[in-house]
């Protein structure tokens, strides 16, 4: 892994945040599909600088696994993922503890984890137009 040192807009140049390569990797990735032209759905990136909302939509642009590095993105607080054709949840999907909401619909899931229940904060799970058989309990 490298890392890399970004001024972050706001900060004097005193101040400086390192991202880990992962993170880069994942921000290369998003930027990439925005400005090739390529991209058949919509990605959205919105955090509000006025509340605690971190918003992630990568909606409709072929996605089929969920990137490892998802779940550095520790502040997200909403992830739309629907309409890809991911047939599996990532377990490091799970590390995003403050979810409160997260769309999966019209992917080619047929398992929901257990691991789910660690997203303690959802209160918005859309699970639509999947082929869902089972949802897996870690206590069950």
Avoid at 11 to 16: E, F, L, N, P
Avoid at 26 to 51: E, H, M, T, V, Y
Avoid at 125 to 136: E, H, K
């Amino acid at each position: 892994l490298f890392s890399t040192t970004l001024y972050s807009l706001g900060y004097k140049k005193k101040k400086k945040k390192t991202l880990n390569g992962e993170i880069i990797q994942l921000i290369f990735l998003i930027i990439k599909l925005l400005f090739s032209g390529d991209a058949p759905g919509d990605i959205l990136i919105r955090r509000s600088l006025s509340s605690t909302e971190a918003i992630l939509s990568l909606k409709n642009i072929g996605i089929k696994a969920i990137p490892a590095t998802i779940g550095l993105l520790h502040h997200l607080t909403t992830l739309d993922l629907s309409s890809n054709s991911l047939a599996y949840l990532s377990l490091d999907l799970f590390k995003l503890t403050k979810l409160r909401c997260l769309i999966l619909s019209g992917n080619n899931l047929t398992f929901i984890p257990g691991d789910i229940e660690y997203l303690k904060k959802l209160t918005k799970l859309d699970l639509g137009n999947n082929s869902i058989a089972r949802i897996q309990s870690k206590f069950g």
